[in-house]
């Protein structure tokens, strides 16, 4: 019998993910600890990203001396600090309860992407994706990354096609399929059962990027999640680890 884990995927593979509503509740949860944002700040609207980083109690990196034109010494001590911060990184991540996954993930705090936040998870509980997830996946990774969720989250359930071509390419063809129920993950061969018919539930094809939303400043394109939000998760996290905030 042919292994499903087998299979192989393009550089950039479409992924169409549909699921059950969540509670909002639910939705912020998984989003705090599983954004793109709380694994490493970013973004364009550098006041958004500034003021965020202080109400989480992120780590702060060094600032390359050489950058200032600084004595050329000043290095060692740079490198030095530079060491410390990715420590305090990691260890602010394990604090925070981020999940390490490395291609299923959410951007909806401060996305850079083209047409803004994203993510399989959305902030009002709707599970909904059909965008590229890569690059170079194999079908194993993307099921580890799921079985990370699904455990986190016993309360999902979602079904999940890998396809054969970008999201922007026609006549693209489902590779294999998942199914997510009580914790659990369940390969299925498309051709064999569509998940997502199954369970009452067809992807929804993002529209064609509006030029006019990419012309947009970044702080009116770039956040789906506000700042007062993100304090709100900032005052939690605080309560239990005041050492961030010294």
Known sequence: ?????????????????????????????IIRRTDNFFSFPHGNDHAFVEEAIRLIGFPKEPVDPRRKGSDPKA??????????????????????????????RNDWVSSCFISGPHGWCHPDGTISFADNVGKWPSVEEIKNDWE??????????????????????????????????????????????????????????????????FMLHPALREHAINLEQVKAWGDSF?????????
């Not at 550089?11 to 909002?24: D, F, S, Y």
């Not at 490198?79 to 299923?104: I, P, R, S």
């Not at 993950?185 to 992807?203: N, S, Y």
């Open 75 to 104: 290095e060692e001590k740079f490198f030095d600090a530079l060491n410390k911060f990715w420590e305090n990184q990691a260890q602010w991540k394990e604090d925070w309860g981020h999940l390490g996954t490395q291609y299923v």
């Open 148 to 213: 990370i969720l699904a455990k986190a989250f016993p309360f999902l359930e979602v079904e999940i096609t890998l396809m054969n071509k970008e999201s922007c390419e026609e006549d693209s063809q489902p590779v294999v399929s998942m199914v997510i129920r009580n914790e659990e993950i369940t390969l299925v061969d498309p051709a064999e059962r569509d998940v997502h018919a199954d369970a009452g539930r067809m992807p929804v094809v993002p529209k064609d990027l509006d030029v006019g939303f």
């Open 238 to 246: 605080r309560e239990e680890f005041p050492k961030w905030f010294a």
């Open 1 to 29: 019998m042919e292994n499903l884990l087998d299979r192989g995927l393009p550089k950039w593979p479409q992924m169409l993910v549909t699921g059950a509503p969540i509670a909002q509740t639910q939705a912020l949860e």
